[in-house]
């Protein structure tokens, strides 16, 4: 078992006749992927051609892409000003699952495409600004290096795409079953209420890596919901606490005001619902490998 995404899923690449898409794209085959179609307006009835002599054909919209594969995730590698257009298109096409790898799309436009995507309540979406997710052994949609970990029974969720990468590295002797990339920007669709209730549910996901940073209140949330919905040992890292005060930092989500939002705040808000959280990305890896090998015990 997987979340989100397993061995039957059927990937389509918004965007795969591009640069980015090409090289993910590459990369997604290669790891056991089923892309089954990309999508670029204008170039319908084309093929992209990859290495090993993999044929993989081009339509001219979502819609004929999803009724010619029965596609059921969307990829997307388009430019940020063509993003909205594409998640909307995707959404038309009643694809259920979206992922939004790209950086820089403006938050009016997430907030719009997401607001529709659940209007119209037939499609998850992950990102924008994510590595994607991974269910190693299984597919790869996005970003994310297939060879960093085997398959295991650890879920991961995470704003940091380094990080994601940095964790499923270092428990790689345990193996991953989910990693999640849900983006660090002020809007995101998939959250880590939503990981955290669809790993709480797979029964082969033995412990969860929550992995946030600072700004907002997202991870002060998804300790309530751990506190009130989660029965599995969850580990948590917060990415900030040498942040100096009163600089903006990297991702989009990352604003601090006062004593919200902060990494000490968020930290505090995640041990009092039973998490144990590490101050540094291997310390936390320390703690998960600690309570993993208690339960296999």
């Known amino acids: 078992m997987a979340i989100f995404l397993t061995k039957d899923s059927r990937v389509i690449v918004q965007g795969l006749t591009g640069s980015e898409g090409r090289k993910h794209g590459q990369r997604m085959l290669a790891s056991g992927t089923q ?21 993989v054909p081009v339509f001219g919209s979502v819609t004929e892409a999803v009724e010619a594969t029965g596609a059921d995730v969307s990829v997307i590698f388009v430019p940020a000003k063509f993003t909205r257009a594409a998640v909307v298109e995707a959404v038309d096409a009643a694809v259920p699952l979206v992922v939004v790898i790209t950086e820089g799309v403006p938050v009016k436009d997430t907030a719009e495409f997401f607001t529709y995507a659940q209007e119209k309540g037939t499609t998850r979406i992950i990102g924008p600004n994510c590595p994607g997710l991974i269910s190693p052994g299984q597919s790869n949609a996005g970003i994310i290096p297939a060879d960093i970990t085997p398959p295991g029974r650890i879920g991961l969720v995470s704003k940091s795409g380094t990080l994601t990468y940095q964790m499923m590295y270092e428990l790689r002797e345990f193996g991953f079953s989910t990693a999640v990339g ?14 955290l209730e669809a790993f709480e549910a797979d029964p082969d996901t033995d412990l969860v890596v929550l992995i946030g940073e600072i700004g907002g209140d997202a991870e002060e949330r998804a300790a309530a919901y751990v506190r009130d919905h989660v029965t599995k040992p969850v580990v948590g890292y917060v990415a900030g606490f040498t942040a100096p005060e009163g600089k903006t930092m990297g991702h989009a989500g990352a604003i601090v005001s006062g004593s919200a939002g ?27 490998r600690e309570l993993v090998r208690g339960l296999a015990g």
């Not at 009835?45 to 044929?55: I, K, P, R, S």
């Not at 039973?274 to 936390?284: A, D, H, K, L, M």
């Open 262 to 288: 902060t990494a000490a705040a968020k930290k505090e808000a995640l041990e009092a619902a039973g998490v144990r959280v590490g101050r540094t990305p291997s310390e936390t890896a320390a703690i998960a």
């Open 182 to 195: 849900i983006g660090g920007d002020p809007i995101i669709g998939t959250t880590h209420i939503d990981a």
């Open 35 to 55: 892309v089954v179609g990309g999508v670029t307006p204008g170039k319908g009835g084309q093929t992209a051609t990859f290495d090993g002599g993999v044929t």
